[in-house]
């Protein structure tokens, strides 16, 4: 009997609570922000072509490249040579920059190893996990070998303003597999977690608001990540800084003509920052209010409310960003806050809205042949 072959396997794996293979996903989430938040330093300590070959890196396959060697290769490669070195013959990237662009490159590559492993476990347990799995399990891996053709062409294309949100995007994506992943996984191999305590006549009410809420996010992360590399990130000071006149404030206005482009780019950025924070209170008192009246779903609520405490505490990083700018530039740190927390923030409320997935999915069947 099916159902008896499947208690089996849970015996020897252990339960949902116990089967180790499990936190796979989990590594991998773990993995995929650590990709991402190398990716922010590089963005903002200007290593984005510090590697201007791609898969090697000046020629070499490790990151130890002297300002020498740059220039040789360059010499030998002048069509390779990036915005920088066309403005300035004699520039030299330094060895952090290298290095952060290495390590990128080369965590990519480490982590398809855990990826395929993944797909190759799940599809040996498909009678157990589901065809389903199967294809979540094999849409990580075919987004991973997507996000490293997106790092190529960031590359090709000399840092151009989408090529750098691409990453981004795909990123966030690939950590959303392996979340609803790890999710599903749980729920199938009969976790007793709360996180899957959801009725699925709830669950399916709720998937059209955090669908929207999740969209809204996203779409404000790219505009983000637009803003922080078109015209090299000079629009970050589009609206002037200190405090007042640079933030709240641009240029001292609370409405202030759209004389040029920064202005236009700052003010789009900051609107829609106040649109979206105030749609994320709306569907968290929302989605409180069906919990109150369903009795199940808290664990939604709450998720949504993490994602919606996140989002006003990054509007506020945000904010100090441009308050803190002085003659040397700006405290970059802070910019990578901002995008640890934007992330945050829209992964919190994806969570929401892929538990809810998992409830409405189908079951494996267990019942007798």
Known sequence: MLMNGIQERRVMRGDGDCDKMSRLPLGLIVAGLLILIIGGYIR??????????????FGEVHPFVSGEE??????????????????DPDFTYDKMQILSEWLHRLLVGIVAIPVLWNYLHVRSRREELGEDMVGIAFAGGVLLIIQAVAGYLTVKF????????????????????????????????GSKDKINDISAEFALKSIPLLRQLAGAVLLLLVLGAWVASTAGGNYNSGCSTG???????????????????????????????????????????????????YGTGDILARFVEAGTGLWLLNMMIGGLYII??????????????????????????MTALLICRVAVMEPINTEEE
């Open 44 to 57: 903002i300590n200007d290593a984005g072509e510090s590697c201007p070959d791609w898969p090697t890196c």
């Open 70 to 87: 740059q220039q040789l290769w360059w010499a030998d490669n002048p069509e390779e040579a990036d915005s920088r070195h066309d403005l």
């Open 158 to 189: 000399d840092n151009a303003d989408w090529s750098v949100a691409l990453p981004l995007v795909l990123a966030v994506c690939w950590i959303s597999i392996f979340i609803w992943q790890w999710l599903l996984w749980r729920a199938r191999t």
């Open 243 to 293: 405090f007042s006149s640079g933030w709240p404030k641009c240029y001292d206005m609370w409405f202030p003509p759209f004389a040029n482009m920064g202005i236009i780019v700052q003010m789009f950025h900051r609107i829609g920052a106040l649109v979206i924070g105030g749609t994320l209170m709306w569907g968290a008192v929302r989605l409180r209010e069906k919990v109150r009246e």
């Open 324 to 349: 803190t700018a002085g003659t040397d530039g700006f405290i970059e740190i802070l910019s990578l806050l901002h995008l640890i927390f934007g992330v945050s923030s829209f992964l919190a409320v």
